[in-house]
């Protein structure tokens, strides 16, 4: 298992990037709501955009599918 981040860690990243929340989730092909109910804890990422919110956020160790090709991310 890798270091899986916090909430709190994952939304310092984002603001490292200089981006907000929506604007990252948008650049990273995932539905913006998906990813604040990830980093509030509302949704864990089992399924779909959620599911690929909290891997690209590092919150989650999984992969994505993605036009046939599969990233992982921990």
Same mark, same amino acid.
Do not use: F
């Given at each position: ?30 539905a913006? /709501?998906?990813?604040?109910?990830v +980093?509030? $804890?509302?949704?864990? &990422?089992?399924? @779909? #955009? /959620?599911?690929?919110?909290a891997? +690209?956020? $590092?919150?989650?160790? &999984?992969?994505? @599918? #993605?036009g ?7």
């Amino acid at each position: 298992m890798g270091n899986l981040k916090t909430a709190e860690q994952a939304k310092a990243e984002i603001e490292k990037s200089g981006l907000t929340i929506a604007k990252w989730a948008v650049k990273n092909g995932v539905a913006p /709501s998906a990813v604040y109910a990830v +980093l509030k $804890g509302r949704l864990v &990422g089992n399924y @779909g #955009d /959620s599911h690929k919110a909290a891997v +690209l956020l $590092g919150m989650k160790e &999984g992969q994505i @599918g #993605d036009g046939g090709q599969e990233l992982k991310r921990a």
